[in-house]
């Protein structure tokens, strides 16, 4: 084991400088938005969740050309969707 962990050192900022660039180059503009390739499909899941119940709100409360309860038809049968992959993405056992 040639590299040892040193308590009570300082980092090298260059190493940190270099893994971050790294990083960076990894994800891409959309990895910026989004997170990590592991983590993405759950954020996007999440945004879609956000998206959706507050345009469903917002047609509740603002005049729309499609009735609110038509609406909530569609975007519940998405929502549940969304919501069944991000809770069965989390109990994926290996």
Not at 11 to 38: I, Y
Not at 48 to 75: E, H, N, R, T
Request: hydrophobic share 50%.
């Amino acid at each position: 084991m040639a590299d040892k962990i040193q308590f009570n050192t300082e980092p090298d900022q260059g190493a940190f400088v270099l893994r971050s660039k790294e990083m960076d180059l990894e994800a891409g503009w959309l990895g910026r938005c989004f997170g990590a390739s592991n983590n993405a499909p759950l954020n996007i899941a999440g945004l879609m969740v956000v998206l959706l119940v507050g345009s469903g709100v917002a047609v509740l409360f603002l005049q729309s050309a499609i009735p609110a309860s038509d609406y909530w038809k569609i975007i519940v049968p998405l929502l549940t969707l969304v919501m069944g992959y991000v809770f069965g993405k989390g109990s994926h056992h290996n």
